[in-house]
């Protein structure tokens, strides 16, 4: 698949999320959305970014946002972490990888010389009508989801 970039149309998004619900990205036609990938629930940066966007829910829902945040975890395990971090956005299970790799964020990644396939943590920034409006890769987290906020009020 070639890279997701702006003015790209949004690849279908139907994907499991934490509370046994199901997350529909055409169903959301209308609206803003932000998703965001992560590599691993509860692990100290994907929790800090699940923290951020959590705290800036308000302003998200304010400017017209839904936020889901996606990784390969299994649904129960995202309903943890939700709970225990008392997370307020949505959080999508790809268990089967099959939005990771159409959303072109499940890439080679180097760890001290090793080599291996994870998420790159990315974010899309999806319009009212379901086109991509700005893209983040290779987040840092550190600031990240307010940025994200302005970029979404300015859309």
């Known amino acids: ?3 997701l970039t702006q003015g790209t149309p ?3 998004l139907s994907i499991a999320t934490d509370g046994d619900g199901n997350f ?4 959301h036609k209308g609206k803003k959305v932000v998703v965001y990938f992560y590599p691993k629930a509860d692990t100290p940066g994907c929790t800090t970014e699940g923290l951020d966007f959590s705290a800036l829910a308000d ?13 390969r975890d299994p649904a129960k ?15 999508g299970s790809d268990e089967d990888g ?12 180097k760890l ?6 994870g998420i790159e943590r990315a974010t899309f920034l999806v ?8 893209v983040w890769h290779n987040v840092k987290v550190r600031d990240h989801a307010a940025a994200v906020l302005e970029a979404a009020r300015a859309a």
């Open 1 to 3: 698949m070639s890279e």
């Open 10 to 12: 949004a690849p279908a």
């Open 24 to 27: 529909d990205l055409a169903a």
């Open 59 to 71: 302003e998200f829902a304010a400017a017209d946002t839904v936020v889901i945040g996606i990784s």
């Open 77 to 91: 395990k995202l309903e943890k972490f939700k709970a225990k971090h008392d997370l307020k956005v949505i959080l």
């Open 98 to 109: 099959i939005v990771t790799e159409a959303w072109g964020v499940w890439v080679l990644k």
């Open 112 to 117: 001290y010389g090793r080599e291996y396939m």
């Open 127 to 134: 319009d009212r009508s379901g086109v991509i409006q700005q």
